[in-house]
């Protein structure tokens, strides 16, 4: 039986209130007690960690401003275009709420891929935070299916032939593909059965699932702590503590960082808002001008595109060609030789190395290159999934690597940011070089770097002498 916490007959009415609820739903001040007034994180966090709490923003306006497009959104492919210009044009507010909804997507990805970045800068996936960025990831993956899934609602130009395109990769995969993609498709062609099926996995499906893994996430993070830019654990074995057992290197997360969370809210809701009244389309990146036209099957668009958040891995799956096939088979060569020469294995684990290498330089050659296209989009994605095992750096932060592991980061960032401009534009947009279009080379060459960058880690990220790593963290206050 509960006992109940007695107050001072002289106390406010504010206490009072707050101790009634307190003896009548102890686990809710528990829980807050536990994530936000006792727990301790780094006292040295800076900018780069508002990003998460953004992302937990946008999530609830993505939520709200859901629930009211639903109010008003017909999920049939005769009446979705045009309940679309209803909640702009009739329902009151509607402008509002579509455009917080549509900026709210690529706001999503903009704080997302900012969050990631700052996990790879300062070590955040290394032990023992795999778990936290595992769900991170998984987050991303449900991200993205999530914000597919909604771009074909407004069953725009746009929608219906950037879904056509996606939907048909999947009939690339061997035996199962034409019956993967009907299923996906729920018909022989995009139509009114696949909005349904969006529609179904867009608003309940999927957000259930982003919910979980947010509060999955939340809750490893919070069971071993925040790491922080020096990458020190403020709460190890060894780390100094308080007479009360806190960290002398941590501070309550409430009310020292939900204020510095709140200055980050104010600053990326004036940034928010002036998109959407000034600039929602973004210059067709949020919104592509096609998508104002109503879906039409017999009137393909002259270039067909996905939003900007997926370009990237949408040029790496239009890079793979049967020449890029022949490239990867290279690399798979040369892996698997330095495997075998220089790897210090047992003679069965080389021979392994070299019966894999064969098998899969056969699968490569027999099957089509547009496979291997999705195989490496999906790839790009889930290889981050092994991210905490590939680096096998000493230090954690990039603040105590060696120097030139930043240029490293920068020309990954480079890369990945190229590949993203590439993916908008049309196929020929670089012109051609010695016959052969230089923008397809360039993902192409962008495309082996991004995964040679996780691939080549274990490697590379050991060589250099590191910084010394201080005992305590550094910081000034300010």
Partial sequence: MAVFKEISPNASAGAKLTNWFENRFPTAFDAYRVHMSEYYAPKNFNFWYIFGSLALLVLVIQIVTGIFLVMHYKPDAALAFGSV??????????????????????????????????????????????????????????????????????????????????????SAIPFVGPDLALLIRGDYVVGDATLNRFFSFHVIAVPLVLLG?????????????????????????????????????????????????????????????????????????????????????????????????????????????????????????????????????PSIFKGVIVVAAAVAIVLMLNIDAKFWGVVVMGGAVVILFFLPWLDQSPVKSIRYRPSWHKYMFGVFVFMFMVLGYLGIQPPGAWGAWAGQDLAQRVSQVFTLGYFGFFLLMPWWSRLGEPKPVPDRVNFAAH
């Fill in 85 to 170: 210009e209803y909640i702009m044009r009739d329902v009151p507010w509607g402008w509002l709420i579509r455009y917080m909804h549509s900026t709210g997507a690529s706001a999503f990805f903009i704080v997302v891929y900012l969050h990631m970045f700052r996990g790879l800068l300062y070590g955040s996936y290394r032990k023992p935070r795999e778990l936290v960025w595992i769900f991170g990831c998984a987050i991303f993956l449900a991200l993205m299916a999530e914000a597919f899934m909604g771009y074909l609602l407004p069953w725009g130009q746009m929608s219906y032939w950037g879904a056509q395109v996606i939907v048909n990769l999947f």
């Fill in 213 to 345: 893994l947010v509060v999955a996430h939340l809750l490893a993070l919070h069971d071993v702590g925040s790491n922080n830019p020096d990458g020190i654990e403020i709460k190890g074995p060894n780390a100094p503590r308080d007479e009360k057992g806190h960290p002398l290197d941590g501070i309550p997360f409430h009310p020292y960082y939900t204020v510095h969370d709140i200055l980050g809210v104010c600053l990326f809701l004036m940034a928010f808002s002036a998109v959407i009244f000034f600039a929602p389309e973004a210059g067709g990146y949020f919104l592509e001008y096609n998508n104002f036209i109503p879906a039409n099957p017999f009137q393909t668009p002259a270039h067909i595109a996905p939003v900007w958040y997926f370009t990237p891995f949408y040029s790496m799956l239009r890079a793979v060609t049967t020449e890029m096939v022949y490239a990867l088979i290279a690399c798979i060569v040369a892996a698997a030789g330095f495997g075998v020469i220089k790897g210090k294995l």
